[in-house]
């Protein structure tokens, strides 16, 4: 499974990376929307993991234009904000949004298990931070 995993700077979406590669994802770093934006259209990522402090609706709106990244399921990860805390979650497309430290080994498996399944990536409950409006991939 290819994921692209875009931070706000580059220790982070490589951190991100990291953690995905563990168990066996294929993993492409990016720096910013818009270098994620050019890296998939030449790497072609089954999911995308991004930075929630990244998206805005505007964002998910471009991406879903895009035909690289129109079917690939957006999951929103925050390092700071814990699952009771507020998190925006009104971007339509989202596959879920979840608090990155909670994530053990299980819990990466699990995501990417689930992000197999034609319809999106199917969060476990104990790491998502609130429920997403949409939990289909964007079209």
């Given amino acids: 499974m290819r994921l692209l995993c875009i931070g706000r700077h580059q220790f982070l979406s490589e951190h ?4 995905f590669r563990d168990v066996g994802a294929v993993c492409e770093p990016a720096v910013g929307v818009a270098q994620g934006l050019v890296v998939a259209r030449a790497f072609e990522p089954h999911l995308i993991v991004v930075e ?3 998206l805005n609706s505007s964002v998910l709106d471009t ?3 895009e035909s690289v990244l129109a079917g690939a399921p957006v999951l929103a990860v925050s390092l700071t904000r814990r699952p009771e805390e507020s998190v925006a979650v009104d ?3 989202l596959a879920g949004v ?3 430290p909670s994530l053990n080994r299980a819990g990466v498996l699990a995501l990417l298990e ?5 319809r999106g990536v199917d969060v476990p409950p ?6 997403p409006r949409q939990s289909a991939a964007l079209h």
């Fill in 16 to 19: 991100l990376c990291r953690l």
């Fill in 126 to 131: 104990n790491i998502l931070i609130s429920p």
């Fill in 114 to 118: 689930s992000a197999r399944k034609p």
């Fill in 98 to 100: 979840v608090y990155l």
């Fill in 52 to 54: 929630a402090d990244l």
């Fill in 91 to 93: 971007l339509c497309g």
């Fill in 63 to 65: 991406w879903s234009q």
